[in-house]
């Protein structure tokens, strides 16, 4: 087991305790050990991983509408291969748990907004 393998498994132990903590749903939780799942596979073959457009919707679980505004926006780049295009997974996995951090989800957060509290009111 190579070291990014070794890594990954440390951080599905991590997220699992945060999950059990509250911080996270079982949902949440299920995905992102589902991205760190494809990390580890990645990683254990040495190799960039591409998707489809389809593919990338499916693997994200969105609509091919969405994948478009979140390329727009510029949240991950498309590649052209002659007529195809394709997505990194990887860029697909990144932007999944760096969106996973921006939810306001911890216990304090969730308690604070059933309040009707916000960031500028506190």
């Known amino acids: 087991m190579n070291q990014s393998a070794i890594k990954a498994d440390v951080a599905v132990s991590a997220l699992r305790g945060l999950a ?38 499916k693997h994200i679980k969105v609509s091919r509408t969405t994948l478009w505004k979140y390329c727009q926006a510029g949240n991950f780049v498309i590649h052209n291969l002659g007529r195809r295009k394709l997505i990194e997974q990887g860029e697909l996995d990144a932007f999944i748990l760096a969106g996973q951090k921006m939810i306001g989800n911890s216990p304090q957060q969730r308690e604070d907004a059933s309040n009707g509290k916000t960031r500028s009111s506190q």
Not at 23 to 29: A, K
Not at 32 to 50: F, P, R, Y
């Open 20 to 57: 059990a903590a509250g911080y996270f749903t079982p949902d949440q939780l299920s995905a992102m050990e589902d991205v760190l799942a494809g990390k580890k596979a990645q990683a254990s073959s040495g190799g960039k991983h591409w998707l489809s457009i389809s593919e990338a919707c």
